[in-house]
Each structure stands twice: as C-alpha cells, then as structure tokens.
C-alpha cells in the first residue's frame, strides 16, 4: 500500500476543513496557524494551498497569500449557469447507467443529509447532499465532464452553502419538505428509467434550489 505523502495528508486536512465550512468565503488562509495546528511544516501546507487553488477551493493574490474562493454575484451566477449546464446534460444522459448506482448507499446518504437537518447539523448535510448527487452523476462514464462539475462545484461550493445556510435557518421546514420529496423523485425516477422523468425530477429539485439561492441574495 502506497504511504501518503505529508503534502497529501496535508491537503486533505485542509480540503476537509474548507468543505466542513471551518473557513468562510472569503476568509484569509494563516499558513503559519495551519502549520502549527496540523502540525505540518510550512512546505507541505504551501503544496497543499496550491492544489487546493487548482481544484478551485482557495484563491491566491499577490501580497495578500490565500484565501477561501469568493465571488461576485455576476461571477457566482454565471458558474451557477455552467454547473447547470453540466448538470443538465448528465441528468439527460443518466438513465443509460443506472446499473453503475448503488441505491442502498444512496438512500443511506439521504437519511444522513434528513438527520443533520433535523439536528441543524448544517454543514455536515451539505457535504452529505454533494455526495449524495456526486455518487449519480459518478454513474456518468465521461470523466472529463465530471471534473469539470467538480471544479465548479468547489468553486462556489462554499458560498453556495453560506446563501443556503441563511435560507435553511429562516424556514428549515420548507427545506426539509421540498428535500425528503425531491430527492425521493430523484431515486424513483432512476429505478423507472424513464429518461423524461428522471431529467425532470432533476429539473424541479435544481429549481426550487435556484429559486432558494436567488431570494436570498437579492437580500445580501
């Protein structure tokens, strides 16, 4: 078995801290607190920060170092629109790979993202409901397709999180509503394998999402 090396174990510390949401958009990255936290030395962190800039999760400027990625509302719309697009597509093509699902670990994912819910367990559902739809589109055979969802996905992951978290608090009842039955939709859909009602359900879960994320930044 290949040993990881301290760089890696330092990215995934790193990458996990981010997406638990331990960091805000935005936020500055103090390497010499990472270093001293993960007790790491400062070479493999700065390796680390790199690739986590790479995969679209941290952003670099000069003289000011890294900081957790942050967008405009025009950027952020418009990777909102290109991982819709990529989402769309998969979605249409989806049904051809069903046999490639595990629906036991994906009902499974989905009472942990109800639990955390219900436990107001925020962060922890979200990164429960990425890997609830990144183990369908998983199914999708056209890897090249996948990364570039996943780097748009780390690219406004986090504050798309921040927009949904405000959301979930004022009315987590209509979330948890809308979720148990959209995402019920999404499972029984694929079992069907009808192409329109999966690419449909799909469609109604990501609007009601769009609609959520809208609303609450025309009141930022």
Request: net charge neutral; proline share 3%.
């Amino acid at each position: 078995m290949k040993v990881p090396t301290i760089a890696a174990l330092a990215l995934e510390e790193i990458r996990n801290m981010i997406l638990s949401g331990r960091f805000s958009p935005g936020e500055k990255i103090n390497i010499d607190q990472l270093s001293r936290e993960l007790s790491i030395s400062k070479t493999p962190i700065r390796e680390a920060l790199k690739e986590l800039g790479r995969e679209g999760l941290l952003s670099y400027q000069a003289r000011e170092g890294w900081s957790v990625a942050s967008h405009s509302p025009e950027e952020f719309s418009q990777l909102e629109e290109l991982q819709q697009i990529l989402r769309s597509h998969i979605s249409t093509h989806i049904y051809k790979f069903v046999d490639n699902l595990d629906f036991n670990e994906l009902e499974n994912i989905n009472e942990n993202i109800i639990h955390f819910v219900n436990t107001k367990q925020y962060d922890r559902a979200f990164m429960e409901n990425d890997k609830f739809h990144m183990k369908i589109y998983g199914a999708y055979p056209n890897k090249i397709i996948l990364e570039e969802l996943r780097q748009v996905n780390n690219a406004i992951g986090l504050q798309r999180r921040f927009i949904l978290k405000k959301c979930i608090e004022k009315d987590p009842k209509f979330y948890l509503d809308n979720l148990k039955k959209q995402h019920a939709e999404i499972l029984d859909s694929l079992k069907s394998r009808n192409a329109e009602r999966i690419k449909a359900s799909f469609e109604n879960h990501f609007s009601t999402l769009t609609q959520m994320l809208e609303k609450q930044m025309e009141e930022f």
